[in-house]
């Protein structure tokens, strides 16, 4: 997964952008991971 980012990071010349999606991103996949319906 970080490795992805890497890449996308260096293509894009706006970090800012990326790097806001990339937290969304990361945001979205750490939701997923904790047990929600446990909780």
């Known amino acids: 997964?970080?490795?992805q980012?890497?890449?996308a990071g260096k293509t894009a010349k706006p970090?800012?952008?990326a790097k806001?999606?990339?937290k969304?991103?990361?945001a979205k996949k750490t939701a997923s991971?904790?047990?929600r319906r446990s909780a």
């Open 1 to 3: 997964m970080a490795e």
């Open 5 to 7: 980012k890497t890449p």
């Open 15 to 17: 970090a800012k952008p």
């Open 20 to 22: 806001t999606a990339a």
């Open 24 to 26: 969304k991103t990361a």
């Open 33 to 35: 991971k904790r047990p």
